[in-house]
């Protein structure tokens, strides 16, 4: 169905267009309707964006700081039977009680000691305060050198509530009090300095990034004008996500960390997006259409391209959505938010401000202050040209070449250990972390790191004492307290005492086993200690937790689904991609290529943060893992990414094909028109990643210099190289399909590169 519709370039300029115009597209009549529209597009979008700070401005107060584990894992079922049957769990707070003058066993350290465990004890959200002097100075708790001891507690309640009194308990333990120094650690502490550090540290990024990207907007685009578009997008975006955010805290957990994200994509894509559209609109005006007009065919062509390239990373973050774990969900909930709101943003507000712009668009040219002009090179004269038919005459050696270099450099990941994050995750000189470098270094057993063995139905202290023996024989294990006394290599060192009664509740008992205190929970070590504790035969089924239980845990649950992930993304990119070119190896080969892309980034973090490599310069400190979780929250993120890029690549390709061009030209001119979009938008994104480098946490430096790898490789050497390459080698089968996808495609595959009828009146009519 044709709609008629009349296109104004201005109100002013109203008189100088004559006659209908019939766009038949979707697209081109939404633009229409935009343009027609754009005042109320532009004063209702305001609105929203101020509607939106104002209810998602604090979103920060409302994230979470956990997300790392499994909620229906054994080690999370055992967590929960701790709680609900012997009202107890493992401790999440450590006080490290360091003598002023003496030993531990000086009189007034002992009483100092004895008075803040009561005074801890009786705090509210606090369980089970116990110390080495509550429980009659138990050598573990104690120093090597005898100057420190510990505090053991659970602080109860939920995420948020633990948080918060983590907070409280840290203000009113840490310091000096009388005869001693009080340090505050343990995994809520931690977590809580984590978080904390976190607000600071992207503060810093954006300080940083924002003006950077500001500086490099007005030189890429020219005018000050056009560079601000992209920071008005943005800022949609921002505002956008963080007021989704804040609503679906009322209806699940949202982790703090998604955050970084939403700073930096959302600047990152605005500038993706705006880019494409705006040099779109740029260059139509330069074939003589009036700005309406160029609008309506910028969002027809370059709108239809943002649209696609959304649904792509948009659908790539969705994968995340399959994971147990609502660290990753979080970055799939602030990722699909970015990627809509942005693209929004690109699609109907910044055509409605380039409408009301014009040609004013290129106003403030800070180009004409030092004597330069605008230039366009004719087709065929730019870089990227030339690069594309160089590496056109010689495509398999390059292919080849470039393959083989990308595999080597990601060998490294052939060596990856995995972990999650703890206190080393922070500066050395937190105060968590030199505490717990205390513990590593003072200690001789790992008191903080104990696994609890829960049996929910035991019975026979016989039974008990057996099973606690056993336990007490896995090597790595320092020590086995149960209801019947304490064990150490199958021996009983230890008898019942008053306290041993916390083991039982009815007819259930649970054991704690003691690491060595060299062994890190975080470390494969520390997995294979809970693989020999749950081979250990039990008199009764037994559920292992502790921090390494959930790290093995965690472990198992996002592998499962990674084979999931990875075929939806598959799936969905192919689909995708096929309805917009039609064919079957374009798709295949931009899967593969992504996939090839990525191995050199999976490398370098193992090499720099799992290895240690260049620790000093970026300020880290290895642990010789690398979190679990991020490799895969990367792989989407990176994945959607390239994806982004390659649909903007290929939209222009896929164009000059349309128009006649043989494969080499359509090649060439397609990375001509984008290759300097894409370098520049990648570029731009990078520097919102690689400030995230900035951070004092070091999975937060991970996964900024890692984006930043994977989107600067992606856009020139994948770009660059194996795209012409591959492409040249396939000829005119880069368009085939079978006969009968053809004729799906041509059934219900969207695509915008009909022919042009003559223009009329200034505005070109599509057909």
Not at 140 to 149: G, T, V
Not at 425 to 430: D, G, R, T, V
């Amino acid at each position: 169905m044709l709609t008629n519709l009349t296109l104004r370039k201005s109100p002013a300029e109203a008189a100088d267009l004559r006659g209908p115009t019939k766009p038949n597209k979707v697209l081109g009549r939404f633009a229409a309707a935009v343009v027609r529209h754009r005042r109320a597009v532009l004063a209702s979008a305001v609105i929203a964006l101020i509607a939106a700070f104002a209810y998602g401005g604090k979103v920060a107060t409302r994230l979470n700081s956990g997300g790392f584990t499994d909620p229906s894992s054994a080690s999370a079922r055992a967590d929960a039977l701790l709680h609900e049957q012997f009202h107890t769990g493992r401790p999440n707070l450590v006080l490290l009680v360091t003598a002023r003058s003496g030993t531990v066993n000086t009189p007034a350290v002992a009483k100092a000691g004895l008075q803040l465990t009561d005074q801890l004890d009786h705090a509210t959200g606090v369980d089970n305060a116990a110390s080495y002097w509550s429980l009659g100075s138990v050598s573990p708790l104690r120093s090597a050198n005898r100057r420190e001891a510990l505090i053991l507690a659970r602080i109860t309640g939920t995420d948020d509530q633990i948080n918060a009194r983590v907070h409280t308990l840290a203000s009113t333990f840490e310091g000096t009090h009388g005869a001693v120094n009080v340090a505050v650690t343990g995994d809520a502490a931690v977590f809580r300095q984590i978080s904390d550090t976190i607000g600071p540290d992207l503060a810093r990024a954006e300080a940083i990034a924002v003006p950077i990207t500001l500086a490099l907007l007005i030189f890429v685009f020219g005018s000050i004008l056009a560079a601000s578009l992209p920071l008005a997008v943005g800022g949609m975006a921002v505002a956008g996500t963080f007021a989704v955010l804040t609503a679906l805290t009322h209806v699940t957990k949202v982790s703090i960390f998604s955050l970084n994200l939403t700073t930096a994509l959302s600047l990152g894509l605005a500038i993706d997006y705006s880019l494409f559209i705006v040099s779109r609109f740029r260059e139509e005006l330069r074939k003589g259409l009036l700005p309406d007009a160029a609008v309506v065919r910028t969002v027809e062509t370059a709108g239809r391209t943002v649209l696609f390239s959304a649904a792509t990373v948009a659908i790539s973050l969705a994968a995340l959505l399959i994971f147990p774990l609502y660290f990753l969900r979080s970055f799939a909930y602030a990722g699909i938010a970015v990627v809509t709101v942005a693209s929004l943003g690109a699609l109907i507000v910044l055509p409605a401000l380039l409408a009301t712009l014009g040609t004013r668009v290129d106003k403030w040219d800070v180009r004409r202050a030092f004597g330069r002009t605008p230039h366009q090179p004719d087709v065929g004269e730019g870089f990227w040209h030339r690069l594309a038919t160089a590496v056109m005459r010689r495509p398999l050696t390059i292919a080849l070449t470039i393959s083989a270099l990308l595999v080597l450099l990601g060998a490294p990941f052939l060596g990856v250990h995995w972990g999650q994050p703890d206190d080393r995750a922070l500066p050395a000189s937190a105060s968590t972390r030199v505490a717990s470098d205390v513990l590593r270094t003072q200690f001789t057993s790992g008191e903080s790191n104990a696994l609890s063995v829960v049996a929910a139905h035991a019975h026979g202290d016989a039974a008990i004492t057996a099973y606690a023996e056993s336990l007490s024989t896995v090597p790595g294990v320092a020590r086995v307290d149960a209801l019947t006394g304490s064990f150490t290599n199958g021996a009983l060192v230890a008898p019942a005492s008053q306290s041993s009664a916390r083991f039982a509740k009815r007819t259930g008992t649970w054991l704690s086993v003691v690491p060595v205190a060299t062994l890190q929970p975080q470390s494969p070590a520390g997995e294979h200690l809970v693989h020999l504790i749950r081979a250990v035969p039990s008199p009764w089924p037994v559920l292992v937790t502790g921090t390494a239980a959930q790290l093995v845990d965690s472990k198992a649950a996002i592998f499962a689904k990674v084979p999931w992930a990875l075929g939806i993304i598959a799936l969905v990119t192919f689909v995708t991609l096929f309805l917009m070119f039609g064919s079957v190896l374009v798709p295949a080969k931009a899967v593969v290529l992504n996939l090839l892309s990525l191995t050199a980034t999976f490398g370098a973090m193992v090499w720099v943060f799992q290895s240690g490599h260049g620790a000093g310069l970026l300020n880290f400190t290895p642990t010789g893992t690398l979190d679990t979780s991020m490799p895969i929250l990367m792989f989407c993120i990176a994945f959607g990414l390239s994806m982004d890029y390659e649909v903007f690549l290929l939209s222009r390709i896929k164009e000059e094909h349309d128009h006649s061009a043989d494969t080499v030209t359509s090649v060439a001119r397609g990375l001509e028109r984008t290759g300097r979009i894409v370098t520049t938008a990648a570029a731009l994104l990078a520097i919102g990643f690689v400030a995230l480098a900035t951070s004092h946490v070091t999975f937060i430096k991970l996964f900024g210099i890692g984006l930043t790898l994977a989107v600067l490789m992606d856009a020139t050497l994948i770009r660059g190289t194996l795209v012409p390459a591959v492409m040249r080698l396939a000829g005119d089968a880069n368009w085939w399909a079978p006969a009968p996808l053809r004729h799906l495609y041509e059934r219900i595959g969207v695509s915008e590169h009909d022919a042009p009828v003559p223009p009329k009146d200034g505005l070109t009519v599509r057909a």
